[in-house]
């Protein structure tokens, strides 16, 4: 049984440009979230998709945008990089919606790098 | 807004000695509390959870946490240090109130020392 995967493992771009990140949740769940780790901190959460909806936002700006298709697979898509988007951007998928009690299971991530 | 502080960034311990790491959150509901363990290059792993029931929870490779409410703490500990236990390690929770994103601590790295 395939965990979560991401994809891809590392990637480099300039300020300015766009980036999109992928995910592909546990087999048999439904709900993925993401987050943000800058090097050095702990993980903050961006948002949570459910149902091809975004159902919970973090303190992100609107620059980073998301989309869930309906095989439950996710996409980060993040606009005019800066510098300070440089960090390790991690999936996690839950099954039923994401329930409190449901254990999130995570990714191996996407380190970013904004030059 | 919910928040979780972990006292040191960093701990060494020699190998075969008691793991300690702390956790505070504060909170005036209990949350949901987690630990989760951060190996080079690599995502987070679950250690142990607390939901409800038992405030004291064991969790793989020999780690337990217990709940302390009047403390509002949620420490981590292994009596015995082993080298593979050299990683960075998360404690989170999560609030029904708040939705379903977990909210993580700033982390602890910890060294073994042979």
Known sequence: DAGVTQSPTHLIKTRGQQVTLRCSPKSGHDTVSWYQQALGQGPQFIFQYYEEEERQRGNFPDRFSGHQFPNYSSELNVNALLLGDSALYLCASSPRGGGASYEQFFGPGTRLTVL | ?114
Request: proline share 4%.
């Open chain 2, 1 to 114: 807004a919910q928040s979780v502080t972990q006292l040191g960034s960093h701990v060494s311990v020699s190998e075969g000695a008691l793991v300690l790491l702390r956790c505070n959150y504060s909170s005036s509901v209990p949350p949901y509390l987690f630990w989760y363990v951060q190996y080079p290059n690599q995502g987070l792993q679950l250690l142990l959870k607390y939901t409800t029931g038992a405030t004291l929870v064991k969790g793989i490779n020999g780690f337990e946490a217990e709940f302390k409410k009047s403390e509002t703490s949620f420490h981590l500990t292994k009596p015995s240090a082993h080298m593979s236990d050299a990683a960075e390690y998360f404690c989170a929770v999560r609030h029904l109130a708040a939705g379903n994103k977990l909210t993580f601590g700033g982390g602890t790295r910890v060294l073994v020392k042979p």
